[in-house]
Structure formats: C-alpha cells, structure tokens
C-alpha cells in the first residue's frame, strides 16, 4: 500500500532540529514523504479557564477544517497541555480512519516530572506519540502486542517502555514492508 504523504503542523514554538528529527522517523516508519508547516494559531480559544488545560476535541476538529487535505494525513503538533472531557490529559489524539490528528509534547519532558532535560528523550517520546496518532489516521486501533507503538499509553513511562515502530501486526495491516 502506498500511503498518503504527511503534513506534520507545527504550532507552537519547537526547536528547528526536534521537528526535522520527527519528521524524518515518521517518514521512514511509514515509508512516505513527511513535510513540515508552521502554522500561526491563537491557541487560548481552546482554553478551558476551569480545567487550565487546552481541549483537545475542539482543537483537533479546528485542524481537521483547516489544515486537513484529502491527499495527506495532518498531525497538528502543539505543546500545551491537553485534555478530553472524559480524560484528565491526553498526549494526542487523531480520527480513525480519518485525515487528521494531534500530539503534544507538554506532558513529555523530564522535567515535567522533576528529572533533568534530555532532548534525546523527549524527541523519542513525540515521535512515538506522533507515530501513534498518525497509525489512528490510517486506521489503526490499539495494539496488544508488547512494545508495539500503537499500544495505549496513559503515562509517559508507557511510552518509554514501546518501540518507536509498528509491529510486524500493524505494519501488515497497513501493507508496510519490513
């Protein structure tokens, strides 16, 4: 299978090399060209003042009618705190089958949760998480095989513990060659 090409969207601030590392690893997972687009948005309009966290539900739509094009699958990628009203956060989250998701890097960083910076760490952890997402868009659900990426994550240490890549499952779903 031929999958669609990748518009990864940048909103919030990241560092040039970070995005650059990100798109390279989630082009070669899913054997397809990523490009990279900064995007301008005003994101206190999803700011929940009650909850102090950005919703992601509405957010995700807002890429969806915006920045989503029948030719690509499209990650909008932020670093603000997320949350669905039936979760207390979320990393991302993305349309199955659909053309668009989101992934955030917020709640990535080490010291988030008072251990020192480690850029390798949290580039792995975004392009896990952006991997993930985009296995939603193209149809993906979560995975049970150990260390799949497409596995669930609720904390960031379920992150640490998968791979960066599908599964020999999810790769033959997806007609991915090994």
């Known amino acids: 299978m031929n999958l669609l090409q990748i518009t990864l969207v940048s909103m919030g601030y990241f560092e040039l090399n970070l995005l650059e590392s990100v798109a390279k690893s989630v082009g070669h997972e899913y054997q397809t060209m990523v490009n990279i687009r900064d995007a301008h948005v005003d994101l206190s309009t999803y700011f929940d003042p009650a909850r102090k966290q950005y919703n992601g539900n509405k957010l995700l739509k807002d890429i969806e009618l915006q ?14 705190d997320l949350f669905i009203p039936i979760l207390t956060y979320i990393f ?28 390798a760490l949290l580039t792995e952890r ?19 095989t150990p260390r799949c990426v497409m596995q669930s994550s609720t904390y960031v240490e379920d992150i640490d513990q998968k791979k960066i890549s599908l599964c020999t499952n999810c790769r033959t779903i997806l007609n991915l060659t090994t």
């Open 126 to 144: 975004f392009t896990k998480e952006v991997i993930h997402e985009l296995g939603h868009a193209y149809g993906l659900i979560h995975c049970h």
């Open 67 to 80: 920045y989503a094009h029948d030719d690509a699958k499209t990650i909008g990628l932020v670093s603000v």
């Open 92 to 119: 991302g989250q993305a349309f199955l089958n659909g053309r668009s998701g989101i992934a955030s890097s917020y709640r990535l960083s080490n010291e988030r949760y008072g251990l020192p910076h480690d850029n």
